[in-house]
């Protein structure tokens, strides 16, 4: 049974690599943007959801610069579907153990591992943060920290 559940599951992880990879870049959450107060939301797109690229002419970030923020994402985007994906995977796992009452050092190992899948994706958003960062002239960075404290 475990062995079919992991069939299916890496069928599902390799659907969700390949769809992922075809849509549009999404934020981070450590990359989503605050309203900044001279921007205006609409009722279309509550101020919430506004995003670095939505502050691209208060910024006044180049094309280039919204394409390697772009890229950054991308690639935080792909790494995290596929974190989630093993995460659930190993939640899945966790719950057949426990159910069984299975061994102990097992379950220990698989909670491990999930708090390692944990710590990785986020040492990889705050690394894709401080990518940003850089980025960003360091006028346009204290602009931009000035839009997300205003926020807050």
Do not use: C, H
């Not at 390949?18 to 279309?44: F, I, L, R």
């Amino acid at each position: 049974m475990v062995k079919g559940f992991l069939k299916i599951a890496t069928m599902v992880v390799v659907s969700i690599v390949m769809v992922g990879t075809a849509q549009p870049a999404q934020v981070a959450p450590a990359a989503k943007a605050a309203p900044s107060p001279t921007a205006q939301p609409t009722q279309a797109e509550p101020a919430r959801g506004r995003t670095i690229f939505d502050y691209k002419g208060d910024l006044n970030m180049t094309d280039k610069q919204e394409q390697d923020i772009r890229t950054i994402l991308q690639n935080l985007n792909k790494d995290a579907r596929l974190s989630n994906a093993r995460l659930v995977i190993i939640d899945s796992e966790l719950e057949d153990l426990l159910n069984k009452e299975g061994d102990l050092d097992l379950i220990r190992k698989k909670l491990r591992e999930a708090a390692d899948i944990r710590i990785v994706m986020r040492i990889a958003d705050i690394e894709a943060t401080r990518k940003i960062n850089r980025t960003l002239s360091p006028e346009q960075l204290k602009r931009w920290r000035g839009i997300q404290a205003a926020a807050r």
